[in-house]
């Protein structure tokens, strides 16, 4: 073996080595939540892969709906892990799950006749809910049976069918691309995730899959531009002009992954087909690039030629259409309606963008690309003060130890995606073992987990049905406006009341799951009833709220709780179960506040020894008072301690740079002067904060 092949072979066995330590902490992760909510391992592992992908931005709300036919009569072999409907670009994305576990080698393998047979066994499910003969032989309560009832009768409205197989092995194929199909007049595409892809994309740097789009394969020359501007060291700007079929063509290709997160939220909740531009293209196509305003996209890197016909646009990584996602979704719609878009044009604004700057500058280019749209309703993303507050509080506060423990843990928030695993990536063998003790991976959560928490305590199970993404839409809304008027409110209490909700919002997931009358629709019970428990203490007692506290110190609910949301989940299932719901598709059903209404109409009595165990309304209120007044003072010493620290070159800087730009008024001049000179008070240090904050927005960077 010569030196070029001994160090192929080692950086090969150092992939190797890492794959398989990605595998164990992902198969960890698995075990922990399939122990924390009494769930087969099988089932876990296909909740962590739709979250993965979900984080991925792969696919959005995803239900899971387990149903296997493996000996049909006069049936071809079917099965089915979960689906995600995508609103935004009509499409139905379906899921299959091949899971090996601990009892397999280290990273195990699939081959091309094991991939086969997997999409094989969910396009033939795809195949019967289309002929119809599916739905009307299932049970119908069962979720698969409403999405083969849905997927028959909305067929014509279907753009295509992406088909996804994860799998905790490592898929060895020589093309990683499979073929596109077709399913009666309905593309079906096929999608591989396998372990590898899985780390890939967890360890890239925009925490998302590759994307790349090759224009070449649209327009011989690619798309012809113009460079715009150098605004800095990193970032370039193209005009560019692209033929209306061109840019649906990559919209059905690409789907609502093209639509950065924020714009692909408010699609889904507003509609994504504008009548004006349909008129347009129906009517005038050759006034279309007259008439729209065009789109704001960016990217993690173009490839731009310059030849005998100018400037061209070849390729761009990781594009994301930032604002006129209604524009592409209509131009697709019109196109797969039959529409000629040959002389429809559409121009568009591409900023190039380092990769490791996309997660915090392309968010605020759709924020400010779309304030016209009141996209910017939703913003509200992991570098929001709130979310960063939550954070250092579940670094800092420690739980009482739970029975059985020797010490108390951290409930790990994660901001960003990846945090929990990103922060255990450097560590020794002897350090991560310390960090895992002392941060459980059954008590790490996200920021949709907090707001499914909270909404569902809010009673806001309908909107928490919505999905993870539509629910945290929904929730930041709310947070954000509560922040401007009080920010000091979300403090060590409220974390710690958050953290009860978690904990109250977990066990529940438990209970229902043992139960001998559960069978589907466990994420609609759950949040349900948490919400009628919250209107039972609500509308029947003034006096009475649940103890968060003692929660929080149990580190477990009381026996007494336990059961009184036993009798509450079993009477939901009943409810949003029951003859009269059957025809409907529960799963949408329990999306609609009539569903809310109902549940709350039922008069349901409480458990009297947890009646007892609820606390005093103004004990608490006071005890929520004194804890606002300790986070002001907390608050105000740590903006001084941070004004302090920043130094008085960099309040120089941001007053000349504030001066430059027009941005300051004469209290803003001042304040900025108290921070060159001296030391300002608390009152003061808040308000520099915030002032900071403000033209950071604007633009400010002190590097």
Not at 30 to 47: C, G, I, L, P
Not at 239 to 264: H, M, T
Not at 329 to 336: G, I, N, V
Not at 650 to 667: A, M, R, S, V
């Amino acid at each position: 073996m010569n030196q070029e092949e001994f160090k192929n072979s080692l950086l090969g066995a150092l992939e190797d080595s890492r794959l398989d330590d990605f595998r164990r902490d992902m198969l960890e992760m698995v075990k922990a939540n399939a122990v924390a909510n009494s769930d087969f391992e099988q089932s876990a592992f296909v909740t962590e892969a739709a979250r993965q992908l979900e984080d991925a931005e792969e696919i959005s709300d995803f239900v899971q709906c387990y149903f296997e036919d493996p000996n049909p009569t006069g049936r071809k072999r079917m099965r089915i892990d979960g689906y995600a409907l995508d609103e935004v670009d009509g499409s139905y994305r379906l899921l299959v799950a091949e899971y090996h576990g601990d009892g397999a080698p280290l990273t195990p393998t699939l081959n091309k006749k094991d991939v086969e047979q997997s999409f094989k066994s969910l396009r033939n499910f795809v195949e019967q809910a289309l002929a119809g003969v599916l739905h009307s032989t299932m049970e119908e309560s069962h979720p698969a049976c409403a999405l083969a009832s849905d997927i028959y009768h909305k067929a014509e409205h279907i753009s295509r069918f992406r088909l996804y197989l994860v799998t905790d092995a490592e898929i060895r194929l020589r093309k990683k691309d499979w073929p596109e199909e077709n399913c009666g007049n309905i593309p079906v595409e096929f999608h591989l995730w396998d372990i590898a892809r899985f780390q890939r994309v967890n360890e890239s740097l925009s925490g998302q899959d590759e994307l790349e789009v090759d224009f070449t394969e649209y327009l011989p020359d690619g798309i012809p531009c113009l460079a715009a501007s150098q605004m800095a060291d990193n970032c370039q700007s193209y005009l560019c002009v692209i033929p209306g079929d061109v840019l649906a063509g990559i919209y059905d290709r690409f789907g609502s992954r093209l639509l950065e997160g924020n714009v692909r939220s408010f699609l889904s909740t507003r509609g994504k087909v504008n009548k004006g531009i349909q008129t347009t293209i129906k009517n005038e196509p050759e006034m279309f690039f007259a008439f729209n305003n065009g789109i704001s996209a960016t990217t993690t890197g173009a490839e731009v030629r310059i030849g005998a016909n100018g400037m061209h646009l070849v390729a761009a990584r990781y594009l994301q259409i930032v604002n006129g996602g209604q524009t592409t979704a209509s131009l697709s719609t019109a196109k797969r309606s039959g529409a000629n878009l040959a002389q429809t044009h559409v121009q568009m604004k591409l900023t190039v963008i380092e990769p490791d700057q996309s997660q915090n500058i392309v968010p605020r280019i759709a924020q400010y690309a779309n304030s016209q749209n009141k996209v910017s309703d939703a913003d509200f993303f992991s570098n929001h003060p709130f979310h960063v507050r939550i954070e250092n509080l579940s670094r800092r506060l420690w739980t009482p130890p739970s029975q059985g423990e020797q010490h108390g843990t951290h409930w790990f928030y994660e901001r960003a995606r990846g945090q929990y695993l990103n922060e255990q990536s450097r560590l020794t063998v002897a350090q991560k073992k310390a960090f895992v003790s002392q941060n459980p991976r059954e008590r790490m959560f996200s920021k949709t987990d907090l707001a499914k928490y909270e909404n569902s305590w809010e009673q806001l199970p309908h909107k928490v049905s919505l999905g993870a993404q539509k629910n945290f839409i929904e929730y930041a809304k709310r947070i954000s406006e509560q922040w401007q008027h009080d920010a000091d409110s979300y403090n060590e209490d409220y974390y710690r009341n958050a953290i009860a909700k978690a904990i109250l919002f977990r066990k529940t997931e438990r209970i229902v799951s043992q139960q001998e009358w559960y069978k589907d629709y466990r994420a609609q019970i759950v949040t349900y009833s948490i919400a009628k428990l919250a209107e039972m203490i609500k509308s029947q007692t003034s006096w009475k709220t649940l103890d968060f506290k003692v929660i929080w110190n149990r580190q477990d609910i009381t026996p007494a709780l336990e059961l009184q949301i036993t009798r509450i989940a079993g009477r939901i299932n009943e409810i949003i179960c029951r003859s009269e719901n059957q025809a409907r598709n529960i799963s949408e059903w329990c999306k609609k506040e009539a569903c809310w209404q109902q549940v709350k109409e039922e008069k349901l009595p409480f458990y009297q020894e947890f009646f007892n165990e609820l606390a005093d309304t103004i004990q608490v209120n006071k005890q929520a008072r004194e804890a606002r007044d300790i986070q002001k003072m907390d608050g105000g010493i740590d903006a001084q301690i941070t004004v302090v620290n920043l130094g008085s070159a960099y309040w120089n800087k941001i007053q000349i740079w504030g001066k430059k730009n027009l941005l300051l008024g004469e209290t803003d001049n001042k304040l900025i002067s108290t921070a060159i000179k001296g030391v300002p008070n608390e009152k003061q240090s808040r308000k520099l904060i915030e002032l900071r904050a403000r033209l950071i927005e604007e633009g400010f960077n002190a590097d």
